[in-house]
C-alpha cells in the first residue's frame, strides 16, 4: 500500500504571512538593498542637497554594515507597521523623513555655509538612512503602546538622539533627532488625537528613573564625542574634560623630544604614547562614577543624590575654567591647568554657542538634581556613609604610601630619576584621569615597566575600588542599623497585638519607638517637627495607655508635636478630652468571615462577578512579588503606570502602599490572570497579628487594567474573602476610605469636620475616596472609624502640612500647578 506524503507546506506560507502583516516594511528592506548600488560612488559636490541625501544611501562596500542595517529596519518597521497599519505607517515614513530631509538641509546650511557639507558631518552615512526611518517610525508607533512602555520609549528614543546631536553633532545625528521629534508629534495624529504633553506624572519610581536617565546621558556624552571621528557637536569640547586619551604617534614624540627647550611638552607627549588600556580607562572614570552615582538615583538614594550634586558641580567649575582658558589664552599663562588644552575648531558653530552650551548642560544637569531632591529620601543604614568615607581615605592613604616608598625605591625607573619631593608633589596627579595629567605637565615619566604599572596604576586600584564600595552601598542601602529596627519591629509585632494597618509601619521610612519592656512600639515619622504615626501602637489591650504615653514624652524630649494618625476609638480614648482633640478622617471596611455567605440581593454583584470570571476563563492566583515571574512583574507594572496615568496627579504614598511595597515576601498577592497569562488586576494582603497569630489580612494595593475584565475587584476580593474564610481566618479588612463618611456623631470639632468635609468633595472626582466606600459597602462590612489625635489646635497647620508630605511628598510648584489644573478641570 503506497503511502502518500503530504509536502509541508508551512515554510512556503511564512513569506506571505510576513507580506500581509507589514508589506510597507518588506518593500522598504528591498529599497534599501537596493539603494546600496549607487552607495558605492564618489560623495558628490552638489552642496547641501546632494550632501543629506548620500548620506540617506546605504554602501555596498560595507557589507555586514548592510546587513545589519537591513535586519534593523526590518524589525523596528515591521513592529511600527502592526502597531498603525499599512496606511498609517507609509505616512508616518514620508512625514519623519521629509522632517528629517528638511532638517538636515538647513543643518548643513548652517553649520557649513556657501560650501559642501564637509567630510566631518555625514560620518556614517552607509547606515543613517536605516536609523533615521528607525527612529522615527518608532516614535510615531510610540502613540499606540500603553502608558509605562510608551514613556520608556520616547524617553530612550529622546535621550539618545539628543545626546549624539549635542556631542557628536554630525548630520545622521540631527537627522535622527528630527525624525524623532517629527515621528513624536504626527503619531497621535495619525491616530485622531492631539498632540499633547508626556501623559500624567509618572510613579515614584518612574521619577527616580528619568533623572537616572538624564545624569546617565549627561555621563555618556563626552565619552560619545571622544569615540566619534570629527565630533562637531555643540558640547563635543567636554570631551576634553575626561575622554582626550588620543596618544602621540612615535615619530612626533621623536619631533618633539628632540627640541630641549620643549621638556615639558616632550614629557606629555610621553604620556600620551604610552596610552594604553589602563589610561583609556582612567579617562573615562567621570563618566563610570557618574554612571554607578546614576544606579543609586535609580534606587531613590539620598547619598547617590548629593553624590551626583557635587559631581555635576564640580565638572561645572572644571567646564568654567577650561573654557576660560580658550577664550582668554593671551590673560591666562599657558601653564599648569591651561596647559595642555587641545585646539576646538569654533569656525564650524557659533562661538557663543559653543562656549556658552557646553556650561549649561552640567548646570542644567546640576539644577535638575536640586530641583528633583524630594524624591531621593531613602538612606542608607546608619554609618554607610562614614564607614564609606573611612575606606576611601584608608585606601587613599595607603596608596599613596605605596607609591612614594616604591618610587623612591625604583627611582631609577623614571626618567629623570626624581627626588621625594618630586615624587610628594606628583602624587595628587596620579589620582586624576589621564588627560588631567596631561594638562597639569608631568616632571618626570616611567621608563619601565614596574614603574609604568605604578605611576598609571595607582589611579585605577583608587578609583575602581571606590566605583565598586559605592555601588555595594547603593546596591546594600537598607541593611544595617536601621533594617535592624525594622526587623526588631517585625518580631515584635510577629509575637505580639497590632491593627488592621500595623504592618505598614514595617516600611521604609518609618522611625521606631520601643517600649522599656521591648514588647511594644510606635511607628512613626518626623515631618517639619511632626511626629507622624503610622496606624495604632502595636501593643497588648492592657498596655496601650502606658505605651501611648511614653511615646508622648519621647515627642516631648524631641521637641516634636505628636499626631496619632489613622488610629481607632481604643487609642484615641486613652488620652484626655481636656488636653487632646481628635477628628475623624476615615472609615474602615472589616468583613466578618466567619459565617459570611454571598447570598441575597445585597451581594448580587460579587456573585455576578465571581461567574463571569468563571465562564470567561479569568482565574485567581494567590502569590507573592518573589515568586512573580518577570513578565508577570513588568505587567504590575504597567498597570501601575496606566493608574496613575489616568488620575492626572502624584501617587499617593504613607498609609497607600506602591509598587516599592508589593515586594515584600510576607504580603500575599491576589493576581486576576486569563487564558493567556494576562494579569488584569492585583490586590495585596498585609497580615494582622493578634497574640502572635496571623488572625486576618489587610487589602493595601488594589489596581486594574484599564481595558480588562470589567467587575474584576468584585471578583478577587469576594475569591480572597472565601479563600481566607476556608484558611480558617476570622476578618478580613479592606482598609480605609480616607476622608470618607466623616460625619461625627460626637459633634466634635465642628469647624475642622466640616474643612475635611470640603477637601473630600474637593477630591472626589480625582481620587475618588466615597466611591471607594461605595464600592466596600457591596460587601454588607462593618464600619470602623479612624481618628487623628493631636495636643491642640494650633498645631494642626503644622500637622496639616506633615499630613501632605507624607502623603504627596514635598510638591513643587510644576506638580502642585498640575493638579489645581486637573482638580478644576475634574470638579464636577
Known sequence: MAVRVRPDSRGPRRSPRLLRSAPVAVCLVVLYLGAAIPGRLGRPS??????????????????????????????????????????????????????????????????????????????????????????????????????MWRRRLRTALVAIVVVGALYAGTLSDALRLAAVLAGLFIGPVLLGRRPSRPAGPSTLHERRVLVAVLLLAAALGPVVAALAPGAVGPLAVLRYLGTDWAPADPASLAEVCAEPARVTVCAAAQLQHRA??????????????????????????????????????????LTLVYLAGIVLPSRLPRTGLMQGLGTYDFTDYAQAKALILPLLVPLAVFAVLVGQRRFFRLRTSSGTGTRLLRRIVLLGAG???????????????????????????????????????????????????????????????????????????????????????????????????????????????????????????VAYRVIAGVALTTANPVAAQRDLPEVVEGFVRHCAAHGWVPCLYSVTGEVAAVLPAASWSRLRIATETVLELGTLEFRGKRFQDVRTALNRAEKEAVRAVWTSYPQLSLGQREQLLEISEEWVAERGLPELGFTLGGMTELEDPEVRLLLAVDAAGLVHAVTSWMPVYDSGVVT?????????????????????????????????????????????????????????????????????????????????????????????????????????????????????WGTGWTMARTLLARKP
Open 399 to 521: 596608596l599613596s604610601v605605596i607609591y612614594l616608598v616604591l618610587g623612591w625605591w625604583g627611582r631609577a625607573g623614571f626618567r629623570p630619576a626624581p627626588s621625594p619631593g618630586d615624587l610628594f608633589e606628583n602624587l595628587p596627579e596620579r589620582f586624576l584621569p589621564l588627560v588631567y595629567a596631561l594638562h597639569l605637565g608631568p616632571e618626570f615619566v616611567p621608563v619601565r615597566v614596574g614603574t609604568m604599572i605604578l605611576f598609571e596604576g595607582l589611579g585605577i586600584v583608587f578609583w575602581t575600588a571606590t566605583a565598586a564600595w559605592l555601588l555595594g552601598a547603593f546596591l546594600g542601602h537598607g541593611t544595617g542599623e536601621s533594617a535592624a529596627d525594622r526587623g526588631r519591629a517585625r518580631e515584635v509585632l510577629r509575637r505580639g497585638t497590632g491593627g488592621t494597618l500595623s504592618w505598614m509601619g514595617t516600611w521604609s521610612g518609618n522611625s521606631y519607638w520601643f517600649a522599656p519592656d521591648g514588647q511594644s512600639y
Open 696 to 812: 486576618g489580612w489587610t487589602l493595601d494595593f488594589m489596581r486594574r487594567r484599564q481595558d480588562g475584565f470589567r467587575p474584576v475587584m468584585e471578583f478577587l476580593i469576594g475569591t480572597a474573602a472565601l479563600t481566607l474564610q476556608a484558611q480558617g481566618y476570622a476578618f478580613l479588612s479592606l482598609s480605609g476610605a480616607p476622608l470618607a463618611a466623616l460625619d461625627d456623631a460626637t459633634g466634635e470639632r465642628g469647624a475642622q469636620q466640616r474643612l475635611l468635609g470640603w477637601l473630600a468633595a474637593t477630591l472626589e472626582p480625582v481620587y475618588g475616596f466615597q466611591s471607594l466606600l461605595g464600592f466596600k459597602k457591596k460587601f454588607a462590612p462593618r464600619f470602623v472609624p479612624w481618628f487623628m489625635v493631636y495636643p491642640d489646635a494650633s498645631s494642626l497647620p503644622a500637622i496639616t502640612a506633615a499630613i501632605t508630605t507624607a502623603y504627596l511628598g514635598d510638591v513643587g
Open 276 to 317: 594604553g588600556l589602563g589610561a583609556v580607562f582612567t579617562a573615562i572614570l567621570p563618566s563610570i562614577l557618574l554612571a554607578v552615582l546614576a544606579d543609586g538615583l535609580r534606587r531613590g538614594l539620598r547619598m547617590a543624590w548629593w553624590g551626583a550634586v557635587i559631581a555635576q558641580g564640580a565638572l561645572a567649575a
Open 46 to 147: 552638489g552642496g547641501a542637497w546632494a550632501s543629506v541625501l548620500h548620506g540617506y544611501l546605504p554602501s555596498a562596500a560595507h557589507v555586514p554594515s548592510l546587513l545589519l542595517g537591513a535586519v534593523v529596519l526590518a524589525v523596528a518597521c515591521g513592529w511600527a507597521e502592526r502597531r498603525l497599519g499599512s496606511g498609517r505607517f507609509t505616512l508616518a515614513v514620508i512625514g519623519t523623513q521629509l522632517v528629517a530631509l528638511a532638517a538636515g538641509i538647513g543643518f548643513v546650511a548652517w553649520i557649513s555655509p556657501g560650501r559642501a557639507a564637509g567630510e566631518h558631518l555625514v560620518v556614517g552615512g552607509h547606515s543613517a538612512a536605516v536609523s533615521v526611518i528607525a527612529c522615527g517610525v518608532a516614535a510615531a508607533a510610540s502613540a499606540r503602546l500603553r502608558v
